[in-house]
């Protein structure tokens, strides 16, 4: 039996009926590459159970302790069935891309049941009519709670599910696997008894290495040596969201990526994402009449895992604020100033200590965390408040070999996250065999067109490759794939109109059904 971190808790805490705490993703499959060509749901099946042993999280459900006086605790689930947490589905004919979106919003929006694991995985068929997808593949869509996983947990997840080659098996467990009983009130209490008369002196602690670091930030902000990412404006999508989710993505050459980091010296390629997405969300705010004079700004969050806990369940993050500069709309310049608001952000984190905003959930209190979240929902504070931050981006870098699944190739991946009220709209980043994906998840209430924000973000991407294209070939550096590649098995393309800023009101008003 394993506590939950205060921060894990605080995943179980916040969940409204509005707001689910699970992440998850969309990946396809090639199943060709299965011996026969076929794959059936009973080998899915039979392959995640020989993989059980390989992530803790699989078998392990929650524990609340009585009244919620303390963290609840993990237990190995002694009613674990794996038939309740791996479903199959098929989409209607035509299975073209926007059903299987609207699916996978459906499927997202749905909370997980916290009796149980907390994890489900569907099997969706019936991907029929999606462009640059090979004949006969198949999605599977996971949600895994973010109490148990951070974006680095999940991707050793998806490594636990996964092989490097079509015909590879596990390794069997090295003991057999062994259920718990549900621990009696008294064991939870006396617990809960030992943990309160150690908290002080955690909270001494913390206090005491954190104060001489707060002090240098306050003397660097006042000396103007240390920036805050400016004012967070107001948008569409910091008020309270719905129960309901749309979902869309799309997928780049990583090359394209790294060349156009390359016109501007010392960016990365999470700045050229960001300064992408800042794109995109100046498109779609301003076809709706509705952009801001200030810059949009995003909360990036941050690893803190040690060497020593890198295959530890659970979350170990922390974050930055960054300003992705949604009100500059010539892409080049745009990037230039991402850049350089990412460098400002990234010396005001490293003054304060990416570690000491984990360090202080500790002290999250078990008792009253639920019912503040539920009362900042029911009372609409979100509204009336100015907002934290106006996005999520989450890059989590992935593998850069072909993955299989029980044989299957895994083809693309699109990640899943998340919204609350007052931030309702994240957006996963994932990378993967040469490609990046940029997802979106968002309430169908303040998107209700997801599919013309995903053009958004094809039109911003392409404008930022034609601008760094022309930079690098004045500079001599190496120049970007001019010419689109052709099609190949990296990820789902879909014929699109691309929506102009010239022509952007009328096509958010013409944009297709949201989920």
């Known amino acids: 039996m394993d506590q939950l971190s205060p921060m894990d808790a605080s995943f179980l805490y916040f969940e409204t009926a509005n707001a689910p705490m699970h992440i998850g993703g969309l990946t396809i499959y090639d199943q060709s590459t299965v011996e026969g060509g076929v794959l059936g749901f009973k080998r899915i099946l039979e392959n995640y159970e020989t993989r059980l042993h390989l992530a803790r999280s699989f078998r392990q459900r929650i524990v609340h302790v009585p009244m919620n006086l303390d963290h609840p605790y993990w237990i190995e689930d002694p009613n674990f069935d794996i038939e309740f947490h791996v479903r199959h589905i098929a989409l209607p004919k035509p299975g073209n891309w926007r059903q299987l979106c609207i699916q996978v919003a459906r499927l997202h929006a749905r909370p997980l049941d916290v009796s149980r694991p907390l994890w489900e995985f569907t099997v969706i068929e019936g991907l029929d009519q999606v462009e640059g997808l090979p004949p006969g593949s198949f999605g599977i869509m996971s949600k895994i709670h973010h109490a ?8 050793e997840i998806v490594a636990a599910i996964h092989d490097i080659a079509p015909d590879a098996r596990p390794a069997p467990p090295e003991k057999p696997w062994v259920p718990e009983r549900d621990p009696n009130v008294l064991e939870l209490l006396s617990r809960t008894y030992i943990n309160n008369l150690r908290q002080p002196f955690k909270l001494a602690g913390v206090v005491a290495s954190s104060v001489p670091a707060l002090a240098k930030v306050g003397i660097g902000l006042t000396a103007g040596k240390l920036k805050t990412a400016g004012p967070v404006p107001r948008t569409r999508f910091n008020t309270s969201i719905s129960p309901h989710r749309v979902f869309d993505g799309r997928s780049f050459s990583l090359s ?10 010392g960016a990365t390629v999470n700045d050229v994402i960001v300064a992408v997405v800042g794109g995109a969300m100046r498109k779609y705010l301003e076809a709706k009449d509705e952009l801001p004079k200030e810059s949009l700004i995003a909360m990036a969050p941050i690893s803190v895992r040690s060497d020593d806990k890198k295959k530890a369940a659970g979350n170990l993050v922390s974050g930055m604020m960054l300003s992705i500069r949604t009100d500059i709309a010539d892409p080049a310049e745009r990037l230039r100033a991402v850049f350089q608001a990412t460098k ?12 000491t905003l984990s360090d202080y959930s500790q002290f999250i209190p078990s008792t009253l965390s639920g019912l503040a979240a539920r009362l900042y929902s029911n009372l609409g504070i979100a509204n009336r408040i100015r907002p934290f931050f106006n996005t999520v981006i989450t890059n989590v870098p992935g593998p850069q070999i072909p993955l299989y699944m029980t044989g299957s190739r895994m083809v693309t991946h699109y990640g899943l996250a998340p919204i609350l009220d007052g931030m309702g709209i994240i957006h996963p980043v994932f990378s993967y065999c040469g490609q990046i994906t940029v997802s979106f998840t968002s309430c169908r209430e303040m998107m209700p067109d997801p599919d013309f924000y995903a053009a958004c973000i094809q039109e911003s991407f392409d404008e930022m490759k034609e601008a760094m294209l022309a930079e690098a070939e004045a500079s001599g550096v190496e120049t970007i794939n001019a010419k689109p590649k052709a099609k190949a098995a990296t990820g789902p393309r879909r014929k699109q109109s691309t929506p102009r800023v010239a022509r952007a009101k009328t096509s958010a008003k013409a944009a297709g059904t949201a989920a």
């Open 148 to 155: 148990a996983i951070d974006g680095v947990s999940g991707a």
């Open 256 to 265: 394209d990526i790294r060349a156009m980091k390359s016109a501007v010296e």
């Open 344 to 355: 400002s952000s990234k010396e005001l984190t490293n003054a304060i200590g990416a570690k």
